[in-house]
């Protein structure tokens, strides 16, 4: 019976020692990719640093990871010290874990990714935010350069720019009005729906291909030319409104979407109308979106050359929620000391940067450098990789 009991306690460690597999590679799993979003996060305060000192900025990327775990098991047995001599065993017992991680780190340049840094946003990406849920004043104020409001004979630009007060303050007034409107639930952001036409002469139709037709269109035989209509519905440019762009005749939808400029995805455009929430101030006009590089540059001057300030609603907006209007699009901390209860914080020029994560703003602050991070990965290609990423335990 005792060699019965010490070789079920070899049989249960050997068992065990098969269970601590799964559990390394969770635990390297989540290290690892609480390491790399950490080094990706700490970059683009890195950056946004280098913006502030107006020095060039740059990216590195992590484009594998490879980690080897080496579990080894030793188990015996040996007679027990004093008593009956040989008739019990005790079990022997030992085990090592080494871990060889290789990390490849590769600095994303090259004239493509410069030209994915430089180039406006375009809308699709500002509407896949604001199906996020996310604030569109925040997403504004970051994303936005500039604001083009349609006067009776012209439309007049308001730039995001501290230095230029009038543009700045009109910017600010007209992001905090669709806000309000948002707080509301009553911000419509969807792309307009066109009704296309087209006339063919019946001749040139095939029994086939009429065929084809109705699976794609609206097909309508005109008996006096012989000829048919085909009608589709097609998608517009956005168009942020304060009602249902659909309930509009679709001569109507044409018209807006000509003055939205259907062939610029860099604009945003938007249509707030009497009779409908936040319709007390009813403007027209487009938000011109900015890139990455301007957007990181943006951040860099505010913490010098050009600090934002407060900004009142216009009197004809109506109430926003939490009474929520900060003064920075991203408050940022420059401290000479280390700054021990932030959330993010690098030492870079000498100095301490950190994101300001405590006080009333603090959920509006973290929200800006999440969507600033995902911008970010909007931004960047691809990576290099010199081999499959892969984890692999040997035992």
């Given at each position: ?183 509301q639930n009553q911000l419509h952001v969807e792309p307009l729906t066109l009704e296309r036409t087209w006339i063919i ?195």
């Open positions: 019976m005792p060699l019965f009991y010490a070789l079920l306690y070899l049989i249960s460690a050997m068992a065990l020692s098969g269970c601590a597999s799964p559990i390394a590679l969770n635990r390297a799993v989540s290290a690892y990719d609480e390491a790399i979003t950490s080094a990706a996060s700490k970059q683009l305060l890195a950056n946004i640093a280098r913006a502030h000192h107006h020095q060039p900025l740059h990216f590195t990327g992590v484009s594998n990871v490879a980690a080897t775990f080496d579990f080894r098991f030793n188990a015996g047995a040996t007679p027990a010290l004093g008593g009956l001599a040989g008739a019990v065993l005790m079990p022997i017992f030992g085990a090592t874990v080494a871990e060889n991680p290789t990390i490849s780190i590769v600095p994303i340049e090259g004239e493509e990714f410069t030209k994915r840094l430089l180039a406006p946003f375009q809308q699709a990406k500002l509407t896949l935010l604001l199906r996020q849920r996310y604030d569109i004043d925040l997403l504004l104020r970051l994303m936005a350069q500039e604001v083009r409001l349609q006067q009776p004979t012209e439309r007049i630009a308001y730039r995001n720019l501290p230095s230029d007060s009038q543009g700045y303050e009109m910017f600010r007034r007209v992001v905090l009005h669709l806000s309000a409107i948002q707080d002469p019946a001749g040139a139709v095939t029994a086939e291909g009429f065929q084809v037709l109705e699976k794609e269109f609206f097909v309508l035989y005109n008996k006096q030319d012989n000829t048919y209509t085909l009608r589709k519905n097609v998608p517009g440019p956005i168009l942020i409104t304060n009602y249902d762009p659909n309930t509009l005749p679709s001569e109507e939808r044409i018209r807006l979407s000509n003055e939205a400029g259907n062939t610029n995805t860099n604009d945003v455009a938007f249509d707030i109308r009497p009779h409908g929430s936040g319709g007390e101030w009813p403007i027209r006009g487009t938000f011109r979106l900015r890139s990455f590089h301007s957007i990181l540059g943006f951040l860099g001057r505010s913490l010098g050359d050009e600090p934002e300030y407060h900004v009142e609603r216009d009197p004809r907006t109506p109430p926003i929620a939490r009474n929520e209007n900060p003064v920075s699009t991203m408050e940022l901390v420059v401290s000479d000391s280390a700054l021990p209860g932030a959330d993010l914080s690098i030492h870079s020029h000498n100095r301490h940067y950190a994101v300001n994560t405590t006080g009333p703003l603090a959920r509006w602050n973290r929200d800006a450098f999440q969507m600033l991070y995902l911008l970010f990965q909007m931004t960047i290609t691809d990576l290099p990789r010199t081999g499959v990423p892969s984890i692999t335990i040997a035992k």
